[in-house]
């Protein structure tokens, strides 16, 4: 797992061994970041269920102001930590439940990432909150990675693209 593009670009994140993890491949991750593109630059990006903090570090790396990481995991929190000292970056990571930070929080995001783990329904509880809370700023976009493809009532999809198993569905707010 490396950082794709930007100012930490080709260095080695470290990462989880074993077959129940499923960090999002370089491939997708360099096709994601090309179809956000200049999007990125200036923005708060949110990293749920971070994970390794590969996404959230790969945004600070294409010039993202703020980023702030989430994960119950306190391996995952050790781990995300130790990435951000090896690319020498500094960011908000936060030791919680995603669902649980997003009840909490009244910050709006530019971008927000979402990856649960699969055959779990936690990710489409996380946009219904992001929903209700109105956490995406007015031209943010919440990124949604999963094994199906599936619609969110109150927010509108605005993109799908399949990478192996991977989706990654876009959504925005809708328009009032």
Request: hydrophobic residues 40%; charged residues 35%.
């Amino acid at each position: 797992m490396r950082v794709v593009a930007g100012k930490f670009k080709g260095m080695r994140l470290l990462e989880f061994k074993g077959e129940d993890i499923r960090p999002t491949s370089d491939y997708a991750k360099e096709s994601l970041f090309n179809i956000l593109k200049d999007k990125v630059i200036g923005a708060t990006f949110l990293d749920l269920f971070a994970g390794t903090g590969n996404m959230g570090i790969e945004a600070l790396s294409r010039g993202a102001e703020e980023v702030v990481f989430v994960d119950k995991s306190k391996k995952s929190i050790e781990l995300i930590k130790k990435n951000l000292e090896k690319v020498k970056a500094t960011a908000e990571v936060k030791n919680t439940d995603s669902l649980s930070y997003l009840s909490l929080t009244d910050k709006k995001f530019d971008i927000i990432f979402i990856d649960p783990p699969y055959k779990s329904n936690l990710g489409f509880l996380a946009l219904d909150l992001i929903k209700e809370k109105d956490l995406l700023t007015e031209d943010g976009v919440a990124i949604f990675e999963n094994e199906d493809k599936k619609e969110v009532e109150g927010l509108i999809k605005v993109d799908e693209r399949k990478y192996g198993r991977a989706i990654l569905t876009f959504f925005k707010k809708e328009r009032v």
